[in-house]
C-alpha cells in the first residue's frame, strides 16, 4: 500500500471511529460471505436460487431512493470554478462542516477500505480511487460496479482519488441497526472537492450517492481532471457495430434520461447481418490514441440500471444479464422468491410484497416496485458484451450521438456540419418536461446539455470550451462525427417512428456518413437523410410519416431559438464567442429561407 495511502486511512479511522476495519481483497469469498451477514442481519434477502441464482434484493429506506442533486455540492477554493449549475460551498468551510458530522460517525460500525479501479487495471486511460465506507451494501455494489481488490493495489499512487463514505448513523454501545440507515436529508452531504481529488459523501447509503466510482468520480472528478489532463469523460453509452460486411464500427451516446439509452446500448438490430454489441450503457471516457482516432473505455465493470419498464419486449439482453449474479434495489419480491417490477410482464402477478415490505396486489393503488429501483448486475453476463470490452487501449469512435425526447420540432436525425457545430448540438440537448412532472413549465424543454447537467465538476462555460478546444486540437486527426437523434416525435399523439429494434436502421445510415457516403442532404439545422437514404425495408413508412418525421417547422424552430437563447443566459458572459456564432448562423439559416418563399 502507499503511504500516502495508509496514512489517510489511519486519519479517517481516526476521524470516523470505527469498530473495526476490514480490508477487501477483492474475492468471490469475501463477497460471497458479506452478502450471507446481510442476509442474517436481516439487510438483504436471498433471492429463489432455482429462479435467480447468485441474487439478492435490498430495500432502502423510503426517504433514500435516489441521487439527491440539491445536496450535491462541487467545493472549490474560488465559486467561479464551479460555475452557475453546481451548488457551491468554499472547500475550507466545506471541509469543516462535514468534518464534525464524520466524528466518531462509523462508531459502532465496521469501515472497509476497498481499492478500486475505474477502468482495466493497469490501463494509460485508468484512474485508482479508495472508498472507505461503513456500508456493507456499497461494498457489495461496488465490487460488480468497479475493478476492486488487492491487484489495484500496485496501481495506488499519490494521484488516487480518495472517497470517503458513510451511512451518518453511528450505533451506541448495545444499540441495534436498521436494515437501511441513513441521515435525514439536511444532514445528507455528496461533497467533490476537485482541487484535492476528494469525495466526501455523508448520510446517503443509495445509488450515486454512495457508490463513489460512478457518478462522483467518473463523471464530476473526472471531467475536472479530464480537462486539465486534456480528455473528457462524459454521460455515453458505447456501443460496436458490424456489419453484414464484417466491418467493426464504434459509437458513443448521449441522451438525457428517459430516452432510451440504455436500450440502445443493448439493442437487438432488426436488419438483417447486423450485430451489435455492449461497451458500457452510462459513462465513457474519451482520449485521443495514437493512430489519431478518439478512443474510448468504459471505466465501470456493471449496470446499475432502472428496473422498471425493463422487460423481455424492450431490453431482451437486460433481463438476460439480470437472471442471475444480481443485486436488486427496492423492486418487488414474488411469492416464489423472485423479483417483479412494473411493465416486466403484461400482466402483474396475483401477489407481490413491495418494495417496502408491503403486501401488493393489482389493486394497490402505490407501485409495487419504486420508480427508481435498479438491478447491480456484471457487464460480463450481457450476452452481447463486446469481447474487446476489457481492452486497455480502448475503442476508435467514428460517431458521437446526442438527443433528447421531443414531440416536436427536432427530427429523427440530423448531422452537424462539422465538430464545432456538434458541440453546439450538444450544448442545446434536451427533453420536454412532461405531465408526469407537475410543475409550469409543461410543454417547455429541460436543457441538459451533453446529458451531463448534474455531473460537470467544474464551470459550464469550461466545459463546452474544453469541448470545443479538443476539436481545435484534434482537427486534422480522425474526430468522430456528431449526430442528433430523436426517437420520439410525435404526430396526433403518435409516435412517428417505431423505435427499439428498429433504431439500428438510423445506426445504418449514421455509419454511412462516417464512412464518406453521400446519402444525405443539406438543411438549415444540418445533414438530413432523404427517403432513399435509409434502408427502410420491411417498414410501412409514408412518404407523409417520412416527411413528418424530418419536417423543419419554421414557428417551432423560431421558439427553439428563442429557447436555446434563454438556456445560454446562464452561462452569463462566458458563453463561448463559437457558440453564439453557431445560434447566430442557426436563426440566420431560418431567416433565409423565410426570405426565398
Ligand atoms: O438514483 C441513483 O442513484 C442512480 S442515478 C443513475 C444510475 C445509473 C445510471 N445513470 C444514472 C443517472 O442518474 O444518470
Ligand atoms: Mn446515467
Redesign the pocket.
Known amino acids: 500500500m502507499h503511504s500516502m495511502a495508509t496514512a489517510w486511512i489511519e486519519d479517517i479511522a481516526k476521524l470516523t471511529r470505527p469498530d473495526r476495519i476490514v480490508y477487501w481483497h477483492g474475492t468471490t469469498e469475501e463477497y460471497d460471505s458479506l452478502l450471507e451477514e446481510m442476509v442474517h442481519a436481516g439487510k438483504a434477502i436471498r433471492l429463489n436460487p432455482k429462479k435467480r441464482p447468485n441474487s439478492y434484493l435490498f430495500r432502502s429506506d423510503p426517504s433514500d ?3 439527491v442533486e440539491n445536496r450535491t455540492f462541487i467545493s472549490t477554493k474560488n465559486q467561479r470554478d464551479a460555475g452557475p449549475t453546481n451548488n457551491w460551498v468554499e472547500t475550507s468551510e466545506l471541509m469543516a462542516t462535514m468534518s464534525k458530522l464524520y466524528e466518531g460517525c462509523m462508531q459502532g460500525r465496521t469501515m472497509y477500505m476497498i481499492p478500486f479501479s475505474m477502468g482495466p487495471i493497469g490501463s494509460r486511460f485508468s484512474k485508482v480511487g479508495i472508498e472507505l465506507t461503513d456500508s456493507p451494501y456499497v461494498v457489495v455494489h461496488m465490487h460488480i460496479m468497479t475493478r476492486t481488490g488487492d491487484h489495484v493495489l500496485p496501481y495506488v499512487d499519490e494521484h488516487f482519488i480518495k472517497a470517503i463514505h458513510s451511512v451518518g448513523a453511528p450505533l451506541k454501545p448495545g444499540q441495534k441497526d436498521v436494515p437501511w440507515p441513513c441521515a435525514p436529508i439536511e444532514e445528507k452531504y455528496i461533497s467533490h472537492f476537485p482541487e484535492e481529488n476528494t469525495i466526501w459523501s455523508y448520510g446517503s447509503g ?4 454512495a457508490l463513489l466510482g ?2 462522483c468520480f467518473a463523471l464530476r472528478i473526472a471531467s475536472a481532471l479530464a480537462r486539465k489532463e486534456g480528455w473528457l469523460a462524459e ?1 455515453m453509452l458505447i456501443l460496436k457495430l458490424t456489419d453484414p460486411d464484417g466491418e467493426v464500427r464504434y459509437v458513443t451516446g448521449a441522451f438525457p ?1 428517459a430516452c432510451g439509452k440504455t436500450n440502445l446500448a443493448m439493442i437487438r438490430p432488426s436488419l438483417p447481418g447486423w450485430k451489435a454489441e455492449i461497451l458500457g ?2 459513462i465513457a471516457w474519451l482520449r485521443m490514441g495514437d493512430d489519431g482516432w478518439m478512443h474510448a473505455i468504459n471505466p465501470e465493470a456493471g449496470f ?3 428496473a422498471p419498464g425493463t422487460s423481455y419486449r424492450s431490453n431482451p439482453n437486460a433481463m438476460a444479464t439480470v437472471s442471475k449474479d444480481t443485486l436488486f434495489t427496492n423492486v418487488a419480491l414474488t411469492d416464489d422468491g423472485d423479483v417483479w417490477w412494473e411493465d416486466m410482464t403484461p400482466t402483474a402477478p396475483d401477489h407481490l410484497i413491495d418494495w417496502q415490505g408491503r403486501d401488493w396486489t393489482p389493486l394497490s393503488k402505490e407501485k409495487a416496485a419504486h420508480p ?1 429501483s ?1 438491478f447491480t448486475s456484471p457487464i460480463k453476463n450481457n450476452p452481447a458484451v463486446a469481447p474487446n470490452f476489457e481492452d486497455p487501449d480502448g475503442v476508435p469512435i467514428s460517431a458521437i450521438l446526442f438527443g433528447g425526447r421531443r414531440p416536436n420540432t427536432i427530427p429523427l436525425i440530423h448531422e452537424s456540419f462539422n465538430f464545432q457545430h456538434g458541440v453546439f448540438l450538444g450544448s442545446i440537448m434536451g427533453s420536454e418536461i412532461t405531465k408526469a412532472v407537475i410543475s409550469k413549465d409543461y410543454g417547455k424543454v429541460r436543457r441538459d446539455p451533453f ?1 451531463m447537467l ?2 460537470i465538476g467544474y464551470h459550464i462555460a469550461d466545459y463546452v470550451s474544453h469541448w470545443l478546444e479538443i476539436g481545435e486540437k484534434y482537427k486534422h486527426e480522425h474526430l468522430p462525427r456528431i449526430f442528433y437523434i430523436n426517437w420520439f416525435r410525435k404526430k396526433d399523439g403518435k409516435y412517428l417512428w417505431p423505435g427499439f429494434s428498429e433504431n439500428s436502421r438510423i445506426l445504418k445510415w449514421i455509419l454511412k456518413r462516417c464512412e464518406g457516403e453521400k446519402g444525405a442532404r443539406k438543411s438549415a439545422i444540418g445533414y438530413m437523410p432523404r427517403k432513399q437514404d435509409l434502408d427502410l425495408k420491411g417498414l410501412s413508412i409514408s412518404e407523409t410519416q417520412f416527411d413528418e418525421m424530418f419536417a423543419l417547422n419554421p414557428e417551432e424552430w423560431r421558439q427553439e431559438i428563442a429557447s436555446i437563447e434563454e438556456h445560454y443566459q446562464i452561462y452569463g458572459d462566458l458563453l463561448p464567442k463559437k457558440l453564439r456564432e453557431e445560434l447566430d448562423q442557426l436563426e440566420a439559416r431560418f431567416a433565409a429561407i423565410h426570405l426565398t418563399k
Open positions: 431512493v435516489a441521487r443509495y445509488g450515486g450517492n460512478k457518478k454521460h434520461s450503457d452510462d446499475f440500471g432502472v427508481n435498479r446529458a448534474p455531473f
